[in-house]
């Protein structure tokens, strides 16, 4: 689903100026302060509400919220960097012929 959602954004006509390496990072970004109100007890609702219709935001904050909370701020930040890393993949990996 990610795959195709991104690929989606970026052949969109709205980012067709801008380039995988403008918006893999920012995508990244994203996906790091969704799992952080994930991980800080946010309720995925409240992320909904903001995502409205955005399909890409839908789709990284429900991926965020599968994953598992955890207490050990080692293990937030493996997690962080695992899912950012996992995003930023994912939209290397769409736009790449």
Request: hydrophobic content about 50%.
């Amino acid at each position: 689903m990610k795959h195709f959602l991104i690929a989606a954004l970026l052949t969109s006509p709205v980012y067709a100026e801008d380039t995988a390496a403008e918006l893999c990072p920012m995508l990244g970004e994203l996906a790091v302060k969704t799992l952080e109100l994930r991980q800080s007890g946010v309720p995925l609702s409240k992320l909904m509400e903001v995502a409205e219709d955005n399909a890409l935001l839908v789709a990284i904050s429900i991926d965020a919220y599968k994953l598992p909370m955890f207490s050990s701020p080692v293990f937030i930040q493996e997690q962080k960097n695992e899912f950012r890393n996992a995003i930023e993949l994912a939209c290397y990996t769409a736009e790449a012929p």
